[in-house]
DNA sequence: CTGAAAGCGCTTACAG
DNA sequence: CTGAAAGCGCTTACAG
């Protein structure tokens, strides 16, 4: 069937009449045609090549001719011929998880003015046998890859690298190294702390993620060096690893509830997490801020609209995003880039509500 | 350069010592020269072509070779070959909104069962003469379009469709009809208006979206008549139009506190919507839901963590997305699909903290 | 200044 | 049962 819609449109290279049967589309052979010139030559005019000489009323004949036809190159013509698919692929951790918006916006905005479209892939199936990377990577369908946010364990980025497809990650590292824009998260944390040291808390506790997400344990560490650093105590049970979600975050509170002593403060690793402990605490029949303050890690658009609002450290990931796109670029072009970039912006801390002295 | 890289490859063919440098991949010539048969065989065998008699043995050697070098067939070339791409292209209004999160996961993973890829682009794009559309659509890179939730006025997918691509609506239906899967709207208003009267609630007010957003149009729709039905006065100044946003329904309910007299439950189109109107109200200095009761629109993973946890009616988004996956292989396919298919399961309401009944 | 030709990696009638 | 050949729609040395 294809064969003859393609014989077909053959027969219409002719046509004049403005006529346009729906869905068919003209080619290069039919530019050039209805310029009366050869494939090559609309080739080159159509892409600036330098190289090319040719008559100005030619081109012009040429850009009329595309113009009236209404002509687009085919990408995949085009992508087979250059071996280039001008397609990027960007990995993320559970798309149900709202996160990771910014991050979309950011890579796909700055990918379509690069000139490039964007494949999104589930980072569930991105394993070296799952059904997205065969997709993506062994069947050659993208560039390159962006990797964003906390992914656990191995994923098929690795094997892509070793297949010397070119990989970004954002908003976490590689585990092999690589290439990837983050923010500076013991920065991050620091600002958090700072802050609720400053309207003069002592007892503070950090709910962060899973040990093996990279950025879980950077933030950790900052938190860990902070207290070190103001001389406050880091009590055992006050460091807790959580899920990065709501539940996750719930849970890890109610413990903290239930222990002997509790502190004044959280400081939460993710937004998902803050949330779920500003929950546990209103439940557990205490107030935010008047018994407790809660910082969370992420400004999500909903933040300020929370009961109370949530100071929380802000990432760029939209910018992030962008300039992950941005070396991805550079590294399918050829061309080195540093291997570890920390986003301009810094994180910046938004003072909301739910921070506030602790109770005298 | 793609040209040296292309014969470099060639000479690689007969190598048999199985290295392989970084960034080669085989072609379906390769596993043709391992197997010893032509490029035919090995594509018929691959691809299960029921019209091929081929000997068990060479069947098996083919077999044999696409493993041991590990082969994937091309996709760009293969699509260019068949004229399909294998892609669909998800269209959605503001990718930095995290509502869509449920779409988007819905939607990826049901078309990677199904064999497709999925390539995203912001609706800010898509319109006739966007960046967007002019990749996925003009440059032929995707198979059809689903379009998802509320964009405004008119879009490129109109332009698609008259381009005879396939296009599928989510959450949402095409201005000029076309084939959509949305849920009932007006039941799942109806579910809130009867939750809020079944518990006492003689005063509703509805916060609801911009006029020209079709799933806007109908819960406003839906509320007015669920009111007519239980015999409830619907008051002028209570039926608002707002941005999905929290903004948007934190303005709208500050304009409804406002009034001279005050509803006793709010029931808000969007999500978002009901967050922003939940913090109006408490920085109101007034209850939720002592004073007044709110009711959501799309269940979030957030909305039960919220304070108080949120009432809301909750829509099967990944379910529709992965319907509307389906239905757009089946036009991709060349079939007839119905125009309208209402979501199964049917819309719920999931009743939280944030209603009772009405102080007295 | 422009054209003829090869080739990207596949699939698919058509021969034999 | 298997192969030779054409062609999808482009780009790009190479001729002339």
Redesign the pocket.
């Known amino acids: 069937m294809?064969?003859e819609h393609?014989?077909t449109?053959?027969k219409t290279r002719g046509r004049t009449d403005g006529q346009v049967r729906p869905g068919w589309?003209?080619?290069?052979?039919d530019v050039a045609a209805a310029a009366?010139?050869?494939?090559?030559?609309?080739?080159?005019v159509?892409?600036d090549?330098p190289t090319?000489?040719?008559?100005p009323?030619?081109?012009e004949r040429v850009l009329q001719a595309a113009r009236k036809l209404g002509?687009?190159?085919?990408a995949?013509?085009?992508g087979?011929?250059?071996?280039r698919t001008m397609t990027m692929g960007v990995v993320l951790p559970n798309l149900a998880y709202a996160v990771n918006a910014e991050i979309i916006r950011g890579a796909e905005r700055r990918a379509l003015a690069e000139g490039f479209v964007v494949l999104i892939a589930d980072a569930a199936e991105f394993g070296p046998t799952g059904a997205a990377y065969q997709k993506l990577v062994l069947e050659r369908r993208v560039d390159g890859l962006i990797v964003a946010s906390a992914i656990r364990g191995e994923s098929g980025a690795d094997y892509a690298q070793s297949l010397s497809l070119p990989v970004v990650y954002v908003n976490r590292r590689g585990q092999a190294g690589g290439v990837s824009v983050s923010v500076d998260d013991e920065q991050g944390v620091a600002l958090a702390v700072d802050h609720l040291v400053e309207v003069g808390h002592v007892h503070l506790a950090q709910i962060g993620g899973p040990g093996d997400v990279d950025t879980a344990r950077r933030r950790r560490r900052g938190f860990e060096a902070r207290l070190r650093e103001h001389g406050l105590v880091r009590r055992g049970g006050w460091i807790l690893e959580a899920e990065m979600t709501e539940a996750g975050g719930f849970e890890a509170m109610q413990k903290l509830l239930g222990a002997r002593r509790r502190p004044t403060a959280i400081v939460a690793s993710s937004f998902a997490i803050a949330v779920g402990a500003m929950s546990a605490i209103v439940r557990a029949g205490l107030a935010i801020p008047g018994d407790m303050s809660v910082v969370g890690f992420h400004d999500a658009p909903i933040a300020e609209f929370l009961i109370p609002p949530l100071t929380t450290v802000r990432m760029p990931l939209a910018e992030m995003a962008e300039k992950a796109v941005i070396m991805l670029e550079r590294l399918i072009a050829g061309e080195r880039a540093d291997d570890i970039v920390v986003s301009t912006p810094k994180p910046q801390l938004i003072k909301r509500a739910s921070t506030a002295p602790p109770p005298s």
Chains 1, 2 share one sequence.
Request: glycine share 4%.
């Open positions: 294809s064969e393609a014989s449109s053959r589309r003209p080619t290069l052979a009366g010139v050869t494939g090559s030559v609309v080739s080159r159509l892409n090549d090319l000489s040719a008559r009323e030619t081109r002509y687009s190159p085919n995949l013509a085009r087979l011929r250059q071996a």
